[in-house]
Nanobody, 111 residues
Framework: QARLVESGGGLVQAGGSVRLSCTASGIPFNLHAMGWYRQAPAKQRELVATIDSGGTTNYADSVKGRFTISRDNAKKAVYLQMNSLKPEDTAVYFC?????WGQGTQVTVSS
């Protein structure tokens, strides 16, 4: 059964860092592009970052220079290192590949 499970969210002060992890099962992970999305209260879900099977990355303008997406194919995991966090980064963060979504993990940045 295909599944994505996120972890690593929590409460952090502005300027701090958090690392999110997403572990996949039931899919040929090394062949899949992976992405992180986020959804803030009363807002639409938005793309944060993607990484393709070859390791090429893409970022939303709002997180460039602060967030880094990476993957470990041996562990079937994708990560999102978030630095210099801002209150506006507060959201539920979701891991995604094609039509498969994780359950999300809350990140709250206090000012």
């Amino acid at each position: 059964q295909a599944r994505l499970v996120e972890s690593g969210g929590g409460l952090v002060q502005a300027g701090g860092s958090v690392r999110l992890s997403c572990t996949a099962s039931g899919i040929p992970f090394n062949l899949h592009a992976m992405g992180w999305y986020r959804q803030a209260p009363a807002k639409q879900r938005e793309l944060v970052a993607t990484i393709d099977s070859g390791g090429t990355t893409n970022y939303a303008d709002s997180v460039k220079g602060r967030f880094t997406i990476s993957r470990d194919n041996a562990k079937k995991a994708v990560y999102l290192q978030m630095n210099s966090l801002k209150p506006e980064d507060t959201a539920v963060y979701f891991c995604n590949t094609y039509a498969l979504w994780g359950q999300g993990t809350q990140v709250t940045v206090s000012s």
